[in-house]
């Protein structure tokens, strides 16, 4: 079925925001009235919004302002839903409204208590986050380097939640993946909920209980990387980029929107929450495209691709293309726009890394230019990511260090001159 596009000749500005039932949308304010009264055949429409962050990985109009494509998506029966984009961006007003809401972080000590009671077991949770701490060290050490400019309690609450973030991604991705079903992801997703509750099962969740308590973090984002691990167990295509974005969001996203509240933002920025929030969901979405593009050709043997059905098709390739694994001119121009997507959002993201709290910039900008580099290694691989592995050698990952701790001394982009804004 051809979705047709509406494309508004005027921009059109909506500072009161849009009203979503279940499957009957209107705009709210007066204004609309008389847009609702008519009945629209069309599937599908494009907003402008006046938005300064590209979330939806494109570049801006001539205006300025963000084209958001798919905004209203039609569902099966024809009634427009909301698109992937703004599901998120729903998300991410909310994580900010926590954080401008300070009385929750401001009136609980950030000492760490002395001990957590679990069933048949007392723990102290100094140990507890220091383990967490270990396990971080081993599977992410130039994370973990960069987490140890970080103020303790800081510093302690993010490992908490890579623990928790590794831990999930393992049901499905490790040793024992095959044997996990639906049903264990959701007693995974009832564990969530009890930590969250003060109820924690063992002593890593007795860590992110802990820092949960003590930050503004919300449980949304955690809900939503379990989903996203549900969907790994159903999905294996996904026919444009509004599905991969919301998958990108599920598994890799929210872990931004999960570590802003802990990270901080600076005192000094200028800022608004939601432009912070925007460039670390930026960041996730920038840092999963680049592993799904690594990975084409590991995922492709799993019988996966995770690449846009449709623009596939557009570039003249099908899924026997991918299976098969050469490298053509039709491959390399695909994969050409598919790294721009990419880049495109991680420049995104760049501008927020700025206004996040001076001790935790150094590990967001590690993580960055590092992801960043393993799409300049596709590229020197001439788009081979079927057969060889864009790996970014241990001389590049050592040199981005020091510049990464550059990067992070720099005042937040807000307070500097148009001048030095792309410094």
């Given at each position: 079925?051809?979705?047709?596009?509406?494309?508004?000749?005027?921009?059109?500005?909506?500072?009161?925001?849009?009203?979503?039932?279940?499957a009957n949308w209107r705009f709210s304010g007066p204004k609309y009235d008389n847009l609702h009264r008519k009945k629209s055949r069309l599937s599908a429409y494009s907003l402008y919004t006046t938005s300064k962050y590209a979330c939806v990985g494109?570049?801006?109009?001539?205006?300025?302002?963000?084209?958001?494509?798919?905004?209203?998506?039609?569902?099966?029966?024809?009634?427009?839903?909301?698109?992937s984009e703004q599901k998120v961006y729903d998300v991410v007003l909310k994580q900010a409204a926590l954080v401008k809401d300070q009385t929750k972080s401001s009136r609980k000590s950030t000492d760490v208590k002395p001990d957590i009671v679990l069933?048949?077991?007392?723990?102290?949770?100094?140990?507890?986050?220091?383990?967490?701490?270990?396990?971080?060290?081993?599977?992410?050490?130039?994370?973990?380097?960069?987490?140890?400019?970080?103020?303790?309690?800081?510093?302690?609450?993010?490992?908490?939640?890579?623990?928790?973030?590794?831990?999930?991604?393992?049901?499905?991705?490790?040793?024992?993946?095959?044997?996990?079903?639906?049903?264990?992801?959701?007693?995974?997703?009832?564990?969530?909920?009890?930590?969250?509750?003060?109820?924690?099962?063992?002593?890593?969740?007795?860590?992110?209980?802990?820092?949960?308590?003590?930050?503004?973090?919300?449980?949304?984002?955690?809900?939503?990387?379990?989903?996203?691990?549900?969907?790994?167990?159903?999905?294996?295509?996904?026919?444009?980029?509004?599905?991969?974005?919301?998958?990108?969001?599920?598994?890799?996203?929210?872990?931004?929107?999960?570590?802003?509240?802990?990270?901080?933002?600076?005192?000094?920025?200028?800022?608004?929450?939601?432009?912070?929030?925007?460039?670390?969901?930026?960041?996730?979405?920038?840092?999963?495209?680049?592993?799904?593009?690594?990975?084409?050709?590991?995922?492709?043997?799993?019988?996966?691709?995770?690449?846009?059905?449709?623009?596939?098709?557009?570039?003249?390739?099908?899924?026997?293309?991918?299976?098969?694994?050469?490298?053509?001119?039709?491959?390399?121009?695909?994969?050409?726009?598919?790294?721009?997507?990419?880049?495109?959002?991680?420049?995104?993201?760049?501008?927020?890394?700025?206004?996040?709290?001076?001790?935790?910039?150094?590990?967001?900008?590690?993580?960055l230019l590092l992801y960043r580099q393993i799409l300049d290694e596709i590229e020197a691989n001439d788009y081979n990511n079927f057969t060889k592995r864009a790996y970014v050698s241990k001389v590049k990952r050592l040199a981005a260090l020091p510049?990464?701790?550059?990067?992070?001394?720099?005042?937040?982009?807000?307070?500097?001159?148009?001048?030095?804004?792309?410094?």
């Open positions: 079925m051809v979705v047709a596009i509406l494309r508004v000749v005027s921009p059109i500005e909506i500072p009161i925001g849009l009203g979503f039932s279940e494109f570049e801006p109009e001539n205006n300025g302002k963000f084209l958001i494509r798919s905004s209203l998506v039609a569902n099966p029966a024809g009634e427009a839903t909301i698109s069933p048949g077991t007392v723990y102290l949770l100094k140990d507890v986050y220091d383990r967490c701490g270990e396990v971080c060290a081993k599977y992410a050490k130039t994370f973990y380097l960069g987490t140890l400019l970080m103020t303790p309690e800081r510093r302690r609450a993010i490992w908490a939640i890579y623990v928790w973030c590794r831990r999930t991604d393992e049901l499905v991705d490790g040793h024992n993946a095959s044997h996990i079903t639906p049903s264990a992801l959701d007693r995974w997703e009832a564990r969530l909920e009890d930590l969250f509750a003060g109820r924690p099962y063992d002593m890593f969740d007795a860590a992110l209980s802990d820092t949960v308590s003590r930050f503004p973090v919300d449980i949304q984002p955690f809900m939503d990387m379990v989903e996203g691990m549900r969907m790994d167990l159903k999905k294996s295509r996904y026919k444009n980029f509004d599905e991969l974005y919301l998958y990108c969001y599920y598994v890799a996203g929210t872990v931004g929107l999960m570590s802003v509240p802990v990270m901080g933002i600076a005192p000094e920025s200028l800022a608004e929450a939601e432009s912070v929030y925007n460039a670390a969901l930026a960041l996730g979405i920038a840092n999963q495209l680049t592993n799904i593009l690594r990975d084409v050709g590991e995922d492709a043997r799993r019988g996966r691709i995770y690449l846009p059905q449709d623009e596939l098709a557009a570039a003249g390739l099908s899924d026997e293309d991918v299976f098969t694994g050469q490298v053509t001119d039709k491959w390399r121009s695909f994969m050409k726009r598919q790294i721009k997507r990419a880049r495109m959002f991680f420049e995104q993201a760049e501008k927020g890394v700025t206004e996040l709290s001076q001790a935790s910039r150094w590990p967001v900008w590690a993580s510049l990464a701790y550059g990067k992070s001394l720099l005042i937040p982009l807000s307070l500097r001159p148009p001048s030095l804004s792309k410094a």
